[in-house]
């Protein structure tokens, strides 16, 4: 048992001195990221589209680049900019995302494929971009903060669970096209967390069943915790609070039950 455990520790990565690009870094969950990782002493690369909300919340010696990700030059900005500064980036994590509460058959194509941009193609760009130098390190961990949206199918949140889905699907293909460039995907995978979202949804309230839920909460720091714990296990798939794995299991195996469950808490069965 011993001997497992000294494995077990060896195989644990270092967070300690990694280069950590943290997207949407300026609240709730790349924030309480940021302080996570400093506090394993991480450098930090930070990025938001707000300038002002990033410097108060970051991390002292903190690298700051503001910039809007669904924006191409951005994007190679922020990259480029944390390459020349650190000369590395050892662990990419895409947090930045939105959501809306509005069926999908009423959605306006163009705030779909506005809320596509940020979810998916924006870390998929990000991705992109960062992969030939971890390639040629031969070393890096890509980190995709999706949802448990994206293991469940909310009927009140379509759209945003049709990206996370794809996100999801993205980090489990690049897992194996990666591997043997010793490249690690993870994807994380929260239930409800304490932060702006709803507040900052442009379109929408979620169902009154689904705002009662709110006692099951997590907050950002537990959601951050959770992260750090699987990028130093290089977990595939990280649920949290743990309990929402129960929802994912339920799913495949009583996807009829779950479904009216779902669609009776929307209003819709």
């Known amino acids: 048992m011993l001997l497992l455990w000294r494995e077990a520790a060896h195989r644990l990565m270092r967070i300690d001195g990694k280069v950590v690009l943290i997207t949407g870094a300026s ?6 990221c940021a302080a996570e990782f400093a506090a394993s002493g991480a450098r930090l690369a930070l990025t938001a589209r707000n300038e002002d909300k990033l410097r108060r919340s970051a991390p002292r010696d903190s690298f700051l680049v503001t910039g809007d990700l669904t924006s191409d030059t951005d994007r190679r900005t922020i990259i480029d900019r944390t390459l020349a500064h650190y000369g590395a980036i050892d662990i990419l ?11 999908s058959w009423e959605m306006p194509l163009d705030e779909v494929r506005r809320l596509m941009d940020l979810n998916f193609f924006a870390p998929l760009g990000l991705i992109q971009l960062v992969t030939p130098h971890m390639r040629e390190r031969r070393s890096g961990m890509i980190v995709n903060v999706g ?6 199918p909310l009927p009140w949140m379509s759209i945003y669970s ?5 996100l999801g699907a993205l980090t489990d293909c690049q897992r194996m096209e990666l591997k043997r460039d010793g490249i690690h995907t993870l994807i994380v ?5 304490k932060t702006n979202f709803q507040k900052n949804a442009a379109y929408g309230q979620p169902p009154d ?3 009662k839920s709110k006692r099951f909460a997590i907050t950002p720091e537990t959601c951050a915790r959770s992260i750090r714990h699987g990028v130093e296990r290089d977990s595939r798939t990280i649920v949290t609070p743990r309990a ?4 994912v299991l339920a799913m495949r195996l009583f996807p009829s039950l779950v479904e009216g469950r779902m669609g009776s808490m929307n209003g819709t069965a």
Do not use: R, T
Request: net charge positive; hydrophobic share 40%.
């Open 189 to 193: 995978c929260p239930g409800y967390v």
């Open 147 to 152: 949802s448990i949206a994206g293991k469940i």
């Open 27 to 32: 609240e709730g969950i790349g924030a309480a």
């Open 162 to 166: 049709v990206s996370k889905y794809a």
């Open 209 to 211: 069943k689904i705002q």
């Open 244 to 247: 929402g794995w129960l929802f």
């Open 93 to 103: 994590i895409n947090n930045a995302g939105a959501g809306f509460y509005q069926p």
